[in-house]
């Protein structure tokens, strides 16, 4: 029994069955757990100073992978390279890219001809003969004393140049044919796609290096020629047939040249594009000269007058026939020739693969 004068003790709460068993388990992580009493927090002892309490050490952001591959920039490359740009993609080369044009294609093909063993032979052989059968007939018709009559000296390189020409076709036809052969060609049209790019490089780099090359010979050969045969009654080479025997031989042999080219782009075969270029230089004088029958006689003056060496000589003022093209006829006529060929290369060059 409980006396009035004593208080009564408070009475826990009744738990039930499942608190108990959840009580006897433990704590559960993440927060309290019912019927669980508060811990009350240490107080700190007299005289002593509160310790702090321990800090968690904190973690670093994460750094997404795409932010950790891209490079650092340099301060001083970039100081010393202000053309260099550093993008979110990563870093872009300080070397400019420029659109192509015909000059890079101009400098391509003047590398390719002037490596190439045939450019050194076929020039070297064009120009011996050129000089030395020149020379040679200067001295022949020297020492035997003929006399001209009248005749300029300067028509006398005409048969030297007549076989220096079989070196220039070949070296034109090997401008384009070689690289068919070798394969090459696909490197080259990779590099620079524009077919018609690539032709009129090669057409360009090849007229301007015969034509430099012929006339620096076809000079050599005049004032050799003139030297020697002065005396043999000849008359005296004007300004004009100076002119024309030198740089109007030159255009003449470089368009010939530039027409072995386009016959080589459009046979794409080495041998066979200089075996057409020797018929059509040769062949017409031949067959004229076995032309005896007089119901050929039109033919035959026709095939004279406009075969390859008579129009040649005409350059020379020496020419085979006594009618037909004169003056600068012939490099007008073999100018339409080649402008027709060329363009039929153009157009092969573009319709067919390569």
């Known amino acids: 029994m409980t006396t009035p004068d004593q208080p009564q003790q408070p009475q826990p709460p009744r738990q039930d069955e499942g608190t108990m068993m959840l009580n006897a388990i433990g704590p559960r992580a993440g927060g309290p757990q019912p019927g669980a009493q508060p811990q009350p927090q240490a107080q700190p002892q007299p005289g002593t100073q509160p310790q702090p309490a321990a800090q968690q050490p904190q973690q670093a952001p994460a750094v ?39 000059g890079h294609a101009l400098a391509s093909e003047w590398t390719k001809i002037k490596s190439v063993r045939s450019t050194v032979w076929t020039l070297s052989v ?16 020297s020492a035997s004393g003929t006399d001209l009559r009248g005749a300029s000296p300067l028509g006398f390189g005409m048969f030297g140049m007549l076989l220096g020409l079989m070196c220039v076709i070949t070296l034109g036809v090997l401008c384009v044919s070689s690289e068919y052969g070798t394969g090459m060609i696909r490197t080259t049209l990779t590099a620079c796609p524009s077919r018609a790019r690539v032709l009129a490089a090669k057409a360009i780099v090849f ?62 075969h080495s041998a066979g594009a200089i075996t ?7 062949l017409p004088l031949v067959l004229a000269l076995f032309m005896m029958a007089e119901s050929l006689q039109d033919l035959r003056e026709f095939l004279f007058e406009y075969s390859i060496p008579s129009q040649l000589g005409v350059m020379y003022s020496n020419a085979v026939a006594s009618s037909g ?14 402008a027709v060929v060329l363009g039929g290369a153009f157009v092969a060059l573009h319709q067919r693969d390569v």
Not at 329 to 334: A, G, K, S, T, Y
Request: proline share 8%.
């Open 276 to 282: 057409i270029m020797i018929g059509l230089v040769l």
């Open 126 to 141: 064009m120009i011996v003969l050129v000089l030395g059968v020149g020379t040679l007939t200067g001295f022949g018709i």
């Open 64 to 102: 997404p992978p795409q932010q950790q591959a891209q490079p650092q920039q340099q301060p001083a490359y970039a100081a010393a390279h202000p053309q260099a740009q550093f993008s979110g993609g990563g870093y872009v080369s300080p070397i400019p890219v420029r659109p192509t044009h015909l």
């Open 207 to 268: 007229f301007l290096l015969s034509f430099v090359v012929t006339a620096v010979t076809t000079t050599l050969v005049a004032l050799i020629e003139t030297g020697l045969l002065s005396g043999q009654g000849g008359a005296t080479p004007s300004g004009s047939e100076w002119f024309k025997a030198t740089v109007g031989v030159s255009l003449y042999v470089a368009m010939l040249g530039l027409l072995a080219l386009s016959v080589g782009a459009l046979l794409r």
């Open 325 to 338: 093209p004169s003056g600068w006829d012939p490099l007008w006529i073999v100018t339409g020739l080649t």
